[in-house]
Nanobody, 115 residues
Framework: QVQLVESGGGLVQPGGSLRLSCAAS????????MGWYRQAPGKERELVAI???????NYADSAKGRFTISRDNAKNTVYLQMNSLKPEDTAVYYC?????????WGQGTQVTVSS
């Protein structure tokens, strides 16, 4: 069983920054991938960014150039640095890890971008 604890969400003005953290039980190095998804009201959950065990990363087009995903294996933590935030980035952000054939989700953290 993998447990994920997210933090770092909140209210920020347009153009501001936030850093989300997701601490995982177990060794982050053992995870095939760690990623961030988001779900806005009335919309489907979508991938924001993902980092693989190899260190390779993928980003949604909406996140490219503004968001950076990183991983600290020593702390079993994945981060999402979000810069130049826009109102359309408002959503609940979820951490997900892939371990073997299973996927595990965090409880979500709210990010609200508003003036």
């Amino acid at each position: 069983q993998v447990q994920l604890v997210e933090s770092g969400g909140g209210l920020v003005q347009p153009g501001g920054s936030l850093r989300l953290s997701c601490a995982a039980s177990g060794s982050a190095f053992s995870f095939n991938a760690m990623g961030w998804y988001r779900q806005a009201p009335g919309k489907e959950r979508e991938l924001v960014a993902i980092i693989f065990r190899s260190g390779n990363t993928n980003y949604a087009d909406s996140a490219k150039g503004r968001f950076t995903i990183s991983r600290d294996n020593a702390k079993n933590t994945v981060y999402l640095q979000m810069n130049s935030l826009k109102p359309e980035d408002t959503a609940v952000y979820y951490c997900q890890v892939a371990l073997g054939s299973g996927f595990y989700w965090g409880q979500g953290t709210q990010v609200t971008v508003s003036s």
